[in-house]
């Protein structure tokens, strides 16, 4: 993680607002194609990427419900919804103090409590994963830069391995093997991802 606490929330709005200039060119034609992850059409993924947002935003400002994280439907303006759950958790994050508390994150565990700046740090490094599985199912190219691409590597380094990859309901599949010098291959590899999907 960064040294210098504030750097970690704009590192985490530069992030998402890559996936909010992705997410602003798909259709609804592209809604039913398949995605990096395992299992979710661009719908699924979409659905699931609001409902992050809105359960970290609701953490942030002191929430521990489940209810928070659950996904609803999209309506009828999929990227409006993105864009308004997007600006939410930026907003939540941005707020005085987050980073000297302890955040519940009810999806993650019903009884620990996390540190507010390792929470940032996961919804980071999802958010560079999320925008490689937007950027790779409607196939075009997403870039971040060097200081995102670094934090997110940190976080994805610290990802236990082994068996819970393969669990029910895991977050991330095991890693792939990759040996390729792009730092965004690494992460995705790193957490699950080929690279070279769809192949």
């Not at 992850?37 to 419900?65: E, K, P, V, Y």
């Not at 940190?154 to 010098?181: D, L, M, Q």
């Amino acid at each position: 993680m960064p040294t210098n606490k504030p750097d970690l929330i704009a590192l985490n709005a530069r992030a998402v607002e890559v996936s909010i200039d992705l997410v602003a060119r798909l259709t609804a034609a592209d809604l039913s194609k398949p995605t990096p992850c395992a299992d979710w059409t661009l719908h699924g993924l979409l659905t699931h990427m609001i409902a992050q947002h809105r359960g970290f935003a609701a953490s942030a400002r002191g929430a521990n419900d489940l209810v928070d994280w659950k996904t609803r439907p999209l309506g009828d303006d999929p990227v409006r919804g993105y864009r308004e759950a997007a600006a939410d958790v930026m907003a939540a994050f941005a707020e005085p103090g987050l980073l000297d508390r302890e955040v519940a994150l009810p999806e993650f565990s019903a009884t620990h409590r996390f540190p507010a700046a390792q929470a940032v740090g996961f919804h980071l490094v999802d958010y560079v994963v999320h925008s490689w599985d937007v950027a790779k199912t409607l196939g075009i190219p997403v870039h971040f830069d060097a200081e995102v691409l670094a934090a997110a590597h940190e976080v994805a380094a610290a990802v236990p391995g082994g068996e819970i990859r393969v669990a029910p309901g895991a977050a991330f599949a095991p890693e792939v093997s990759w040996s390729g010098p792009d730092a965004l291959d690494r992460i995705v590899a790193m957490l699950g991802r080929s690279p070279e999907w769809p192949k």
